[in-house]
């Protein structure tokens, strides 16, 4: 008898512990054959409509349905939307309701990864096939778990899951089946930008570098993000010393501030207007080539 309780123990113990690993097993996507490891918010999860919705009409559901101390909507595209509920214990509850809703294609969770950035899922996965592929290979694995080819292009398939599947899922599906280069949900993900902003006195001026709408030297005012992401690519990039760029115009002073002679490369001969030859300097108010230097 005591033996029997024993495994009966035993059985309880093991079925629990499997219940426990298979609930927080890690989540992850393939980002071409490495794992990235998604943990999930618990009070954020992203709703997507059949068609055009209004985010009031999904306001008005939360509020009779589940009836949160706090929610907030944050609309994606006009059939997507974000909501966060407080408290997170509602967040199953109202999964659960809004399933049963025949508008709604897809109900999935938010994610984020070790580094803090969000990642949205959604009922799309991006596939690009090795090239070796059939295309009898491709419709099988693509029948096999319901798929729908919504675009292709040179780069990728898009695909959309069967209504209320898990995209996460089958992405993994498709990286693991060894048919694909990459295989991976199309998530909408956090966009955070890095900018960096030179020290320059006068950079606040350069509506063409960096546009906030600010009022320049004559009083005029720019247009907001009118100008060509000089930070954005700086970040990326701060340039090369090997780079030498030539300035054809009304010449460059030597050992300007923003231009030292370290930085200079002051060719004998390069005067063509007046003056001495061999000093491209500009002569009088003829600041141009400075001016152009700058840009």
Avoid at 212 to 238: C, F, K, L, R, Y
Wanted: hydrophobic share 35%.
């Amino acid at each position: 008898m005591k033996r029997i309780k024993i495994y009966f123990i035993l059985f309880i113990v093991f079925f629990g512990l499997l219940s426990f690993l298979e609930n927080t097993s890690t989540k992850f996507y393939y980002a071409f054959d490495k794992r990235i490891e998604l943990f999930p918010v618990k009070d954020k999860i992203i709703v997507k409509y059949r068609e055009i919705q209004d985010s009031s009409t999904l306001a008005s559901f939360i509020k009779t349905s589940v009836e949160p101390e706090e929610f907030i909507i944050e609309p994606i595209d006009y059939q997507s939307f974000y909501i966060t509920l407080k408290p997170s214990d509602k967040t199953l509850e109202f999964i659960r309701k809004i399933k049963k809703n025949d508008e709604v294609l897809s109900v999935n969770p938010v994610y984020i990864t070790k580094e803090g950035n969000q990642r949205g899922l959604t009922d799309e996965i991006l596939v690009l096939f090795r090239e070796n592929i059939s295309e009898n290979q491709k419709n099988e694995l693509h029948s096999k778990y319901g798929v729908k080819i919504k675009k292709s292009t040179i780069v990728f398939d898009y695909l959309i899951v069967p209504p209320k599947e898990n995209a996460l899922e089958i992405a993994n599906h498709y990286q693991e089946s060894g048919l694909v280069e990459f295989a991976h949900p199309n998530f909408f993900s956090e966009i955070v930008l890095h900018q960096l902003f030179p020290n320059d006195t006068y950079f606040d001026w350069q509506i063409t570098l960096h546009n906030t709408g600010q009022t320049i030297n004559d009083g005029h005012s720019g247009t907001v993000d009118a100008d060509i992401d000089a930070p954005e690519a700086w970040d990326m990039n701060t340039g090369d010393y090997d780079i030498v760029i030539a300035v054809i115009d009304k010449g460059v002073t030597s050992n300007h501030p923003d231009l030292p002679n370290t930085r200079q490369l002051r060719l004998n001969g390069s005067n063509f207007g007046s003056g001495n030859p061999n000093n491209p300097s500009p002569v009088g108010n003829f600041n141009h080539g400075n001016a152009c230097a700058g840009v």
